[in-house]
């Protein structure tokens, strides 16, 4: 696993998290600028391992849902979780 899968993984843990604060708090763990793209690479990596979940905020269900296919949606739209094996694998 890279060093930004890594830290990105460590900030999904414990609530769900959006792109824009992981791309925040990992380039302030890594102590340098990290690139969006990064991020989602990361997060991509992560979710094709079964590591990560992205959901969807659905203002009608009033909560997060979980998104099957995240081809078709734009990554602002998506928030992030790790997985239970994604939080055994940090816990």
């Known amino acids: 696993m890279t060093a930004i899968e890594t830290a990105t993984l460590n900030w999904i843990v ?35 391992r079964g590591l990560a979940v992205p959901y969807r905020y659905s203002k009608e269900a009033c909560r997060y849902v979980e998104v ?13 979780m790790a997985s239970s094996k994604g939080r055994d694998l940090v816990l």
């Open 14 to 48: 414990f609530d769900y998290e959006s792109v824009e604060t992981i791309l925040a708090n990992v380039s302030a763990e890594l102590g340098r600028d990290i690139e969006e793209r990064e991020v989602n690479d990361a997060l991509r990596s992560l979710c094709e």
């Open 68 to 80: 099957s296919d995240i081809s078709s949606v734009i990554s602002e739209d998506l928030w992030w």
